[in-house]
């Protein structure tokens, strides 16, 4: 053969091999990420989430995903992973928990929650596993959750009265304004001991935060730099300043308030705030609780456990008046439980089956946190066999488990709570995080902490709002309706 031939046929081989090489890289690279939808430039596929993200995620999961229950997302410059099925997401918790159990960074959320000093924002690490260890064992334990009993039995009696006055009136009443002031008035009491006024001011601050926080960041699009410049050009960094400012100094008076009190001593129940200032004293936490870092957990405490606690309560409210018949067996029930007395008391909410199914029922279809709250990976993971890069955001999409006919059959959208009963479908499944079909609060480490605290706190406010608080007939004249979405 010419040496000509053999230059040629050496290059063709080569050439080849290079290609057989490049193709199985690039092509092996993209079939190891779950499936994903065609995405744009810049945005990715910001554009297909619309105004009710965990909606869009199950229709777009239904065209691209496959049944590994994966899709993976390029948000502006976010990689995301949806997590829709109940099998994801028992792999992802039982085998990679530790690498997902970070947050996805947000320089406005910094910000606002005062240096993510707290549980829910923290990254994941030491100061993190330290205060969840906090929160979990002093400040939402099941003894101290118990101590809240008179300030929930004070608070749904005002509830009531609020609903009764509106119905004897014949007034058209905003039920959702009253399951705010409720859930506001219980959380805020818990965490700081503060009622009236007070919890006003919160209320408000916690509004115009949450209208910085929701919603697309800058940061999810820009560059962190570039992000900067815009916030401070368009004067968002400013309104940023003054709302960190104004947290600050409620939050100082409220300090020093606790301080002032509790000079001799803490009489009664402690609130978490009394609670934290003696922990700082006692100094054995391993934390350093400074000033900065309580403001942080107690701001933490409520922003978490107000919005969350009065969606919940006003979805049960708008299933069970659509729902006539569940709202007669829950009428019933507590006629029965209560036997002729004139308010609910907490021991008799063991007793309530119907009405403990009634909230699994509600957790389930309208989760309040419809995909969690977004966690970020610090390793790369193997998941459903696609491999998932560090820095990945991970959202569970809890809404679309809580609803998928495979766990939940052919009615899986209709608000039936006898399945969680007797020898209903899913009589075993619980809302701990236990059963990856039901994580209306999460599960594994980021898990919310709050469930025994909660709990008690839906029932006796469902409870009391019974057939002889009228709510039916004050609802029937509401002026704004419930969030049927
Ligand atoms: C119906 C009421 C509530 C629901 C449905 C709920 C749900 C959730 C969810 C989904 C998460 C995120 C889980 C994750 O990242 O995977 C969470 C976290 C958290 N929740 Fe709740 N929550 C409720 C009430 C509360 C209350 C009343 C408090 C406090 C008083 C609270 C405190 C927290 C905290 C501190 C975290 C952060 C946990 C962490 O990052 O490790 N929650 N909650």
């Known amino acids: 053969m010419s040496p000509y031939l053999v230059f040629v046929s050496n290059v063709t081989v080569l050439l080849a091999f290079c290609y057989v090489i490049i193709k199985k890289a690039v092509g092996g690279s993209r079939n190891k990420l779950p499936p994903s939808p065609p995405s744009i430039p810049l945005l990715g596929h910001l554009h297909l989430l619309g105004r009710l993200p965990h909606r869009s995620l199950r229709d777009l999961q239904a ?5 590994g229950g994966l899709l993976f997302l390029q948000l502006g410059r976010r990689r995301t992973v949806v997590v829709s099925t109940a099998a994801a997401a028992a792999d992802l918790y039982k085998n990679h928990d530790l690498a997902f159990a970070s947050r996805v960074p947000s320089a406005t959320v910094h910000k606002l929650s005062l240096g993510s000093n707290n549980v829910s924002f923290a990254p994941y690490g030491d100061a993190w596993r330290r205060s969840k260890k906090l929160a979990v064992v002093h400040l939402l334990s099941p003894r101290r959750a118990d101590s809240f009993g008179p300030v929930r039995a004070a608070e749904a009696a005002a509830l009531v009265a609020g609903v009764r006055r509106a119905a004897e009136a014949g007034e058209a009443v905003e039920l959702r304004e009253l399951l705010y002031g409720y859930s506001n008035a219980v959380v805020t009491r818990a965490a700081t001991g503060t009622a009236g006024a007070t919890a006003e001011e919160m209320k408000q601050l916690m509004v115009n935060s949450t209208a910085l926080m929701s919603g697309l960041q800058l ?13 401070w050009a368009t004067g968002l960094e ?6 960190v400012e104004a947290w600050d100094k409620f939050l100082s008076e409220m300090i020093a308030e606790h301080l002032e009190k509790n000079c001799g001593g803490v009489a009664g129940d402690e609130d978490f705030l009394d609670v934290l200032l003696r922990l ?6 391993g934390l350093e609780l400074t000033d900065d870092r309580i403001k942080s957990i107690v701001q933490d405490m409520i922003f978490a456990g107000t919005e969350t606690s009065s969606v919940t309560l006003e979805w049960a409210m708008a299933e069970l008046i659509r729902n006539p018949g569940a709202m007669a ?12 007395k004139p308010t609910i008391e907490e021991d008799d909410l063991s007793r309530m089956e119907y009405l403990k199914a009634v909230l699994k029922e509600t957790l389930r279809l309208h989760p309040p946190a419809p995909l969690l709250v977004p966690h970020e990976s610090t390793t790369a993971a193997v998941v459903q066999g696609y491999e998932i890069p560090a820095k990945t955001a991970l959202f569970i999409n809890a809404w679309a488990i809580g609803r998928d006919p495979t766990t939940w059959g052919d009615a899986a959208e209709e608000f039936r709570p006898e399945r969680f009963l007797g ?18 609060f999460g599960a594994g480490r980021r898990v919310c902490p709050a ?6 706190m839906l029932e006796i406010s469902l409870a009391s ?12 004249t509401m002026r704004s309706g419930l969030g049927y979405t």
Do not use: M
């Open 451 to 456: 469930v025994n605290f909660v709990l008690p």
């Open 280 to 285: 700082r004293e006692e100094g054995n936490t």
């Open 219 to 231: 940061e999810d699009v820009l560059p962190d730099a570039a992000a900067k410049v815009v916030r």
């Open 329 to 340: 067996k829950l009428w019933d029930e507590v006629a029965r439980v209560s036997n002729g």
């Open 63 to 67: 065209r691209y995903g496959t049944d």
């Open 465 to 476: 709002l019974d057939k002889k608080t009228d709510v039916k007939k004050a609802a029937s």
């Open 423 to 440: 020898d209903g479908s899913v009589t075993g499944i619980d809302l701990r995080g236990n059963e990856y079909q039901l994580l209306p």
């Open 238 to 243: 400013k309104r940023l300043d003054r709302q």
